[in-house]
């Protein structure tokens, strides 16, 4: 129903900068919230960032003020800035949206399959 493409996700010094692209594909549905959330290796899965329709936007306490989440809601695409990087920012990112079916009253959850993302001298 939703295919979502990330890109941008690599290697990176500490202290340089990442952007990660998310396009979201799709037909019947409209997209409510576009956001990020990642995985540290041994840690659970964590909201970095999201944005709402209206460019309402959140961060985690740990990112806020180095990270920026922007949309683009022609493209269906999600932007997320990474700045300053540290090496507990680590981990496999994933796009996630939240859309509502043309014919439904109910949202819906979609992911990504992540990208890496290593911060490492």
């Known amino acids: 129903q939703v295919q979502l493409v990330e890109s941008g996700g690599g290697l990176v010094q500490p202290g340089g900068s990442l952007r990660l692209s998310c396009a979201a594909s799709?037909?019947?549905?409209?997209?409510?919230?576009m956001g990020w959330y990642r995985q540290a290796p041994g840690k659970q899965r964590e909201l970095v960032a999201r944005?709402?329709?209206?460019?309402?936007?959140n961060y985690a306490d740990a990112v806020a003020g180095r990270f920026t989440i922007s949309r683009d809601n022609a493209k269906n695409t999600v932007y997320l800035q990474m700045n300053s990087l540290k090496p507990e920012d680590t981990g496999v990112y994933y796009c996630?949206?939240?859309?509502?079916?043309?014919?439904?009253?109910?949202?819906?959850?979609?992911w990504g399959q992540g990208t890496q993302v290593t911060v490492s001298s």
């Open positions: 996630t949206v939240k859309i509502l079916p043309q014919s439904s009253s109910r949202s819906e959850d979609c």
């Open positions: 799709g037909s019947a549905f409209n997209i409510l919230i």
């Open positions: 944005v709402t329709k209206s460019d309402s936007t």
